[in-house]
């Protein structure tokens, strides 16, 4: 049974920087794509960034290019986003997923494709 638990949220003034982590446990990460989702209060869940198993594709919500990274380490199964120039708007319950099927690279943002989620972690941008 994978299990997923993400790390490194806070409360952090606009302008600033936090960087998040997912760690994998049960069963390798290393053949998975892997994504990152975000809610805020009142409004469903959107698609923020997502990886393939390799780190050679990347994809990213238009609402965070250029501020946001993902990678992953799959010797110590796990991904991160680091997370800059943060905006009040980036506010909410960060979630890490998991995706083990061909169709994800069809549409990484579609939180259909991802199998296994984290917990999540609050990010709170303070204005």
């Known amino acids: 049974q994978l299990q997923l638990v993400e790390s490194g949220g806070g409360l952090v003034q606009a302008g600033g920087s936090l960087r998040l982590s997912c760690a994998a446990s049960g069963r390798t990460v290393s053949s998975s794509a892997m994504g990152w989702f975000r809610q805020a209060p009142g409004r469903e869940r959107e698609f923020v960034a997502a990886?393939?198993?390799?780190?050679?594709?990347?994809s990213y919500a238009d609402s965070v290019k250029g501020r946001f990274t993902i990678s992953r380490d799959n010797a110590k199964n796990s991904v991160n986003l680091q997370m800059n120039s943060l905006k009040p708007e980036d506010t909410g319950v960060y979630y890490c997923a998991a995706s083990g099927r061909s169709s994800w690279y069809r549409s990484p943002p579609l939180s259909d494709v991802y199998d296994s989620w984290g917990q999540g972690t609050q990010v709170t941008v303070s204005s």
């Open positions: 990886i393939n198993w390799s780190g050679g594709t990347t």
